[in-house]
């Protein structure tokens, strides 16, 4: 089943490096993903989130204010 991963965040570097290393433990991982960036505030505000970045999987928030590394974001998408 596919999952849906988001990245939120306003475009710092952080946000930035956490899509880069998510897109990566996808394609290395061969994973059945869609990676989404959501930069807009009045959306990221809906997830109850006010430190970015934050790594939202399937509608669940399961990291903010931090970057993971990539075996704790593959935990998180095989979760």
Known sequence: MKKLIKIL???CAKCNTLAAITAEVIRENGLDAELQKIGDI?????YQVFATPALVIDEKVVSIGRVPSK???????EG
């Open 9 to 11: 965040g306003t475009g």
């Open 42 to 46: 009045e959306e990221i505000l809906k």
């Open 71 to 77: 075996p704790e974001i593959l935990a998180f998408i």
